[in-house]
C-alpha cells in the first residue's frame, strides 16, 4: 500500500481521542475539546439557513408550492428557496452541477469577496468544494510533482497540511510563530527556513498561512500578512490562505482581512494566492454539510484549467454543501421577516464564544504552571505547560511525547479530550495542549485543568 499515507498523521483523530472514545465506550463522560465541530457540542443550527435547505430539497408540492407554506415558513425564506431552486434548474439537489459548483451561487460568493474586500472578484476563478479541506487537497495535489516539492507551513499548524503533503510524497518546511509576538512570523524567519530548504535540494511551491489562526488563536494584522504576501511575491511561492475562521474574531482591536485585499492593497503584481473558506466554522458550524469554497487569484490559466480538470474528475461538490455555502455569503436582509431570528441566533452563538474565549484564556493563565495567549479569534486556545524533568523522562521512557503523557494523563483524571500541542508542531522544547472552547460547559473544565496540573505536577516530581 501507500507508505506515504502510513507516513500520514492527523492528531485530531489521533491516540488521545482514540482513547477518549474507548473511555466512552465503558461510561466515562467525556468532555470533547478536541476538535472544532460545534454542532458535535451542542451548538444549534440557525433556524434560517435550515427552512431554506429544506425549501430546496422538498418536492415543490410538498414545499415551496404547498397552501399552506406561509404558515410554516417566512416569506423571504420561501422566496428565497424558489430563486435557489431556479439557479439549480430542474435537475433539483439530486443531480450533479458544473464542476466548480452552480454559476449563481459563485456569484454570490464574488458578490460577498468583493464587499469584503473592495476588489473585483470573478466568479470564473471560484470553485465550491466540499469543504476547505478538499480544496486544499486539490491545490496542493496540483503544486506538488516531486518529493523534493515543498510547501512552507506554520509551526503551529492546523495538521491537515501536514497530513496531505505527506499523503501527496511531498516536503513541509516548518516556519515557526513567534508566540511571545502574539504568534506573528518574523520576514527573517522566512527568509532563514528557505534558504536551508534551499540548500537542502529543496525546491519550495508554496506557502500556507492559517488566519484567523488554528490552533494558535491570533488575529493577524495588515502587517503580519503583508510580511507573508510580500515574501511570497518576490520568491514566486504560491500563497495558499486558509481563512476558515475569518468571522471568529472576538479580540475589540482586532479584526480580519483577507490576505488578497493585503496583496491588492500592497499592488503584488505577481502574487499568485488561493483563499479557502468553509461553512464549517464562523456562526454556522455546519461541519456535516461539507460546503466551502476556494478562490484563485493570479493563477495562470493553464495551471487552472488542471485544476478545473481535476474538479471534473471528482464530478461536483455535493448540492447542499454549495447551498450552505451561498447561504454563508449571502444571509438575510435587515428588512426581511427572518432578520430578526437569524440576528438573534447568530448573536447568542457569538456572544457564547467570545465570553467563553475570554473565560478560559483567563482562567487557565490563573493556574500555576500555565500560560496562554488571548484567543483572538477562531475556536482554539493553545496554552504552554510547564512539565517536570521527571515527566519528560517519564514520556521518553515510554516512548511517547510529554505533551501526549500530559493529554492522556488529563483525559484518565478528568474526562477532558484535549490534543497533545506536538500533534499541530511546536517550539523544541515547549509542551502544551489545544482546547476548543466550543462546548458550553468550557468554563468547568478550568478548575479540572488546575486540578490535574497539580496532581501531574506532584505525580513527576
Ligand atoms: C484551519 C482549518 N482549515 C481547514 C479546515 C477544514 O475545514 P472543512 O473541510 O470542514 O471546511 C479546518 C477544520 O477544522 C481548519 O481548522
Not at 476547505?132 to 506538488?144: D, F
Not at 466551502?292 to 448540492?319: F, N, R, T, W
Request: charged share 20%.
Amino acid at each position: 500500500m501507500s507508505q506515504s499515507l502510513r507516513r500520514m498523521q492527523y492528531a485530531v483523530r489521533g491516540e488521545v481521542v482514540m482513547k477518549a472514545d474507548q473511555l466512552a465506550a465503558q461510561g466515562k463522560e467525556i468532555l470533547y475539546t478536541n476538535i472544532g465541530n460545534p454542532h458535535q457540542v451542542g451548538q444549534s443550527p440557525i433556524t434560517y439557513y435550515r427552512q431554506v435547505l429544506a425549501l430546496c430539497d422538498l418536492p415543490a408540492e410538498c414545499g415551496v408550492d404547498h397552501p399552506n407554506v406561509y404558515d410554516m415558513f417566512p416569506k423571504d425564506v420561501v422566496a428565497r428557496a424558489r430563486e435557489y431552486r431556479k439557479d439549480i434548474g430542474p435537475s433539483g439537489t439530486g443531480a450533479y452541477t458544473h464542476s466548480q459548483g452552480i454559476l449563481a451561487f459563485r456569484q454570490h460568493i464574488a458578490e460577498y469577496i468583493q464587499n469584503r474586500d473592495g476588489y473585483k472578484s470573478y466568479p470564473g476563478n471560484i470553485f465550491l468544494t466540499n469543504g476547505a479541506s478538499t480544496a486544499i487537497n486539490m491545490v496542493l495535489q496540483g503544486l506538488l510533482a516531486s518529493n523534493n516539492d515543498a510547501v512552507m507551513i506554520p509551526i503551529p499548524q492546523y495538521p491537515i497540511y501536514s497530513a496531505l503533503i505527506s499523503k501527496l510524497g511531498g516536503r513541509q518546511v516548518g516556519y515557526e510563530l513567534d508566540e511571545d509576538l502574539n504568534w506573528a512570523v518574523s520576514r527573517e524567519e522566512l527568509e532563514s527556513k528557505l534558504e536551508t530548504a534551499k540548500s537542502n535540494g529543496l525546491d519550495v511551491r508554496a506557502l500556507a498561512m492559517i488566519n484567523p489562526g488554528n490552533p494558535s488563536g491570533n488575529v493577524m494584522t495588515h502587517c503580519d500578512i503583508q510580511t507573508l504576501t510580500e515574501f511570497c511575491d518576490t520568491h514566486g511561492i504560491v500563497l495558499l490562505a486558509d481563512e476558515v475562521y475569518q468571522t471568529n474574531v472576538y479580540a475589540e482591536n482586532s479584526e480580519f482581512v483577507s490576505a488578497k485585499k493585503v496583496a491588492l492593497d500592497c499592488n503584488l503584481k505577481n502574487l499568485q494566492l488561493v483563499s479557502f473558506h468553509s461553512t464549517s466554522k464562523g456562526l454556522i458550524g455546519e461541519c456535516g454539510r461539507r460546503g466551502g469554497y476556494m478562490e484563485l487569484h493570479h493563477i495562470d490559466p493553464y495551471v487552472q484549467s488542471q485544476l478545473y480538470k481535476l474538479a471534473s474528475a471528482e464530478l461536483c461538490s455535493g448540492v447542499v454543501g454549495q447551498l450552505m455555502t451561498s447561504l454563508m455569503v449571502k444571509p438575510p436582509k435587515k428588512e426581511d421577516a427572518s432578520y430578526k431570528l437569524f440576528k438573534q441566533e447568530n448573536d447568542n452563538i457569538y456572544n457564547g464564544l467570545k465570553e467563553r474565549a475570554e473565560k478560559l484564556v483567563h482562567g487557565l493563565n490563573q493556574i500555576p504552571g500555565i500560560t496562554c495567549v488571548p484567543a483572538e479569534g477562531a475556536m482554539y486556545a493553545f496554552p504552554t505547560v510547564q512539565v517536570t524533568p521527571k515527566a519528560i523522562e517519564a514520556a521518553k521512557e515510554q516512548g511517547t511525547t510529554p505533551d501526549n503523557l500530559y493529554a492522556l494523563s488529563l483525559l484518565e483524571m478528568t474526562g477532558i479530550c484535549v490534543v497533545p500541542a506536538s500533534g499541530f508542531g511546536q517550539k523544541k522544547g515547549r509542551v502544551g495542549f489545544r482546547t476548543t472552547f466550543l462546548h458550553p460547559e468550557t468554563l468547568k473544565a478550568i478548575d479540572l485543568f488546575a486540578k490535574h496540573h497539580e496532581q501531574f505536577t506532584k505525580d513527576y516530581s
